[in-house]
């Protein structure tokens, strides 16, 4: 079993900037690959980006692409999310989530599927004010 704690959420305005932390602890030797979703309420989870454990590939989708960066501290099992240029719009509950195996499928659209994902944490919410 993997756990996933986030932290990192705040308040900010439009145009500031956010660091995003994920520390997955338990059995983290399962884990291939590790992604950022974030959701609003009424809406669909939406993924943002991820990044493969073992040669950090990454994936971003193109609302976030250019502003947000995923990175991770190897060997120490922790994921960053960089959220530069931030709009009223980013405001969400955001989540850390861990997949197993990094299948061909991550690199041609997999990784944006909640459901590749195995692992989820609590999220960390991000406000956003114009």
């Known amino acids: 079993q993997v756990q996933l704690v986030e932290s990192g959420g705040d308040s900010v305005q439009a145009g500031g900037s956010l660091r995003l932390s994920c520390v997955a602890s338990?059995?983290?030797?399962?884990?291939?690959?590790m992604g950022w979703f974030r959701q609003v309420p009424g809406k669909e989870r939406e993924a943002l980006a991820s990044i493969t454990r073992v040669s950090s590939d990454t994936q971003y989708s193109d609302s976030v692409k250019g502003r947000f960066t995923i990175s991770q501290l190897y060997g120490a099992t922790t994921v960053y999310l960089q959220m530069d240029s931030l709009k009223p719009e980013d405001t969400a509950l955001y989540f850390c989530?861990?997949?197993?195996?990094?299948?061909?499928?991550?690199?041609?659209?997999?990784?944006?599927?909640?459901?590749?994902?195995?692992?989820w944490g609590q999220g960390t919410q991000v406000t956003v004010s114009s």
């Open positions: 338990g059995s983290t030797v399962h884990i291939g690959f």
């Open positions: 989530a861990a997949g197993r195996q990094v299948e061909g499928d991550w690199y041609t659209g997999s990784w944006s599927r909640a459901a590749t994902y195995r692992y």
